[in-house]
T-cell receptor, first 115, second 111 residues
Framework: QKEVEQDPGPLSVPEGAIVSLNCTYSNSAFQYFMWYRQYSRKGPELLMYTYSSGNKEDGRFTAQVDKSSKYISLFIRDSQPSDSATYLCAMSASWGGTSYGKLTFGQGTILTVHP | ETGVTQSPTHLIKTRGQQVTLRCSSQSGHNTVSWYQQALGQGPQFIFQYYREEENGRGNFPPRFSGLQFPNYSSELNVNALELDDSALYLC??????????FGQGTRLTVV
């Protein structure tokens, strides 16, 4: 069983829709939870990160973490064609570079927002 | 732009050969991590270097090795290439516990 499971999709939605992306995990040591966006032929870019259970909002994006259920979500409101990309969840037992900040990624969900 | 550049962008090698991939980090970033991303998969952690020392390794064999240099550049070396090594190789640099920035990756094809 993989440490992080993510529905690969693909997901196709009309412009303006609310998108829900989800990941589950099995490793209780994970403390930091991140969402990355990856456009075709590009490296991943960090969208949001959270440390504790609860919600975090940034513009049209909301990240949700439920540590008791080992479940994280990313919601995109008023989705735009420019949001079309692969979305990757990632988790770490420590943050950033030092202290063995290894990121464990989900498989990625391919999202297409059509006009 | 993240300020992290990788070279080359694409590479084709023959099975059994050796390859060196390069990464130039943001100035001042003392930590670099390398990831392998197979087609349709998420990135997998290979190893991390902190101040020129290996600081953790994922589930990859010893034929995957690396170096980090004082000028914020780093290398990933892979010996005895196998067909399954075909993937996008990503480096990510960071300063301590701050956000890691990814390069655009090197697409390696082993034939």
């Amino acid at each position: 069983q993989k440490e992080v499971e993510q529905d690969p999709g693909p997901l196709s939605v009309p412009e303006g829709a609310i998108v829900s992306l989800n990941c589950t995990y099995s490793n209780s040591a994970f403390q930091y939870f991140m969402w990355y966006r990856q456009y075709s032929r590009k490296g991943p870019e960090l969208l949001m990160y959270t440390y504790s259970s609860g919600n975090k909002e940034d513009g049209r994006f909301t990240a949700q973490v439920d540590k008791s259920s080992k479940y994280i979500s990313l919601f995109i409101r008023d989705s735009q064609p420019s949001d079309s990309a692969t979305y990757l969840c990632a988790m770490s037992a420590s943050w950033g570079g030092t202290s063995y900040g290894k990121l464990t990624f989900g498989q990625g969900t391919i999202l297409t927002v059509h006009p | 732009e993240t300020g992290v550049t990788q070279s080359p962008t694409h590479l084709i090698k023959t099975r059994g050969q050796q390859v060196t991939l390069r990464c130039s980090s943001q100035s001042g970033h003392n930590t670099v991590s390398w990831y392998q991303q197979a087609l349709g998969q998420g990135p997998q952690f290979i190893f991390q270097y902190y101040r020129e020392e290996e600081n953790g390794r994922g589930n990859f064999p010893p034929r995957f090795s690396g170096l980090q240099f004082p000028n914020y550049s780093s290398e990933l070396n892979v010996n005895a290439l196998e067909l399954d090594d075909s993937a996008l190789y990503l480096c990510a640099s960071s300063l301590g516990d701050l956000e890691a920035f990814f390069g655009q990756g090197t697409r390696l094809t082993v034939v």
